[in-house]
């Protein structure tokens, strides 16, 4: 079993900076890909960005956050992290992360197998 707690979410105006961390639980975590995905009211949960096991050697980003936001990983630290710039008013929404068995990395919810509780991101215009 793997846990997945998210951190870091909070209040900010448009344009400033956040970043968001995952902590997991349990062996393997090198082994996973793990992805973030964002859920508004009313809407499914929807893409962010997503990274490749091990050395996170790929990684995947939706096309509304490219460029602005970035997917990382620290196996030893069994985190991984999506630091946020440039935010915009619809950018917010509730931050999900995810871990996903295979290892390949992915942009679809349903592949993934782990999934934290999520923490809110909210920007001001």
């Known amino acids: 079993q793997v846990q997945l707690v998210e951190s870091g979410g909070g209040l900010v105006q448009a344009g400033a900076s956040l970043s968001l961390s995952c902590a997991a639980s349990g062996p393997s975590f090198s082994n996973y890909a793990m992805g973030w995905f964002r859920q508004t009211p009313g809407k499914d949960r929807s893409f962010v960005a997503a990274?490749?096991?091990?050395?996170?050697?790929?990684?995947y980003y939706a096309d509304s956050v490219k460029g602005r936001f970035t997917i990382s990983r620290d196996n030893a630290k069994k985190r991984v992290y999506l630091q946020m710039a440039s935010l915009i008013p619809e950018d917010t929404a509730v931050y999900y992360c995810?871990?996903?068995?295979?290892?390949?990395?992915?942009?679809?919810?349903?592949?993934?197998?782990?999934w934290g509780q999520g923490t809110q991101v909210t920007v001001s215009s």
């Open positions: 995810a871990a996903e068995v295979s290892g390949l990395g992915s942009k679809r919810a349903e592949d993934f197998d782990y």
């Open positions: 990274i490749s096991w091990a050395d996170g050697r790929s990684t």
